[in-house]
């Protein structure tokens, strides 16, 4: 790590791939901006790949299936192991880039150009919510992010019975296009905005106090919410199009 350092290459220094316990430099938004860049243009190449690979008639099942199980697998090392976050999000960026290159191909093929509009509704999301939170519109207090937080545990944890049920050959409601599965979506995809609030005020409490690496921390934090805004409204627009 230290030759890597002496490179003029901005990719491969210190700045990317921080030491904890060599850096005394602190956390800043700029930082955070710059890494989360970096790991959405690695998702993004990534998907873009598998998705060609699907449209040439590759089977690209166990790429997805293989980027959600790595995706989870490195999300739970990270949560345990926070000094290796500067190596592991790039990993998890490579994993969600092929669970969302399998994911948008396969909604692709059914709906065509959808993917485009639930990226486009993903990003004005995002920016909305942080004109919320920066013109304090929005005001994350305890009692709001204990219940963000409890509300997206609960949803965390019906996702995981659901996937647990469907090999045993129960499909759970939250999968089909009832107005059941479709109010479960929306109330997802509505926490899933609002924790981009979390990530925001973890931003704003940390930014020249913590240390450097917490940077990678947050852009972890960043892409999961993200990522999960964005499967989420597309999986609405896709139920919608059924539906109607």
Known sequence: MRALDKTSNPVFTGYFWDDPK????????GGILIKTLFSLAIITAIAVGIWKLHSTGTNIKWYT?????????????????????HI???LYAVAKGFMLGGITAYAHDRFPNMPYQAIGVT????????????????????????????????????????W??????????????????IAFNIVAATFAALS?????????????????????????????????????????????????
């Open 22 to 29: 060599d850096s005394q430099r602190k956390l800043t938004v």
């Open 65 to 85: 299936t293989g980027g959600m199980l790595g995706a989870i697998v490195i999300s739970i090392i990270i949560s345990v192991r926070k000094h290796w976050a």
């Open 88 to 90: 592991l999000v790039p």
């Open 123 to 162: 990003i004005v999301t995002f920016f909305v919510v942080l004109t919320l939170y920066q013109t304090r519109i929005i005001v994350v207090t305890k009692k709001l992010r204990s219940v963000i937080i409890t509300v997206c545990a609960s949803i965390f944890v019906v996702y995981i019975i659901s």
């Open 164 to 181: 647990i049920l469907g090999f045993f050959g129960i499909k759970s409601f939250i999968w089909g296009t009832s107005w059941i599965a």
């Open 196 to 244: 981009l609030l979390l990530d925001f005020d973890y931003i704003e409490r940390q930014k020249n106090r913590a240390p450097k690496y917490n940077e990678w921390l947050a852009t972890w934090g960043l892409l999961v919410t993200i990522v999960w805004l964005y499967v989420e409204i597309l999986r609405l627009m896709k139920k919608l199009s059924i539906r109607f």
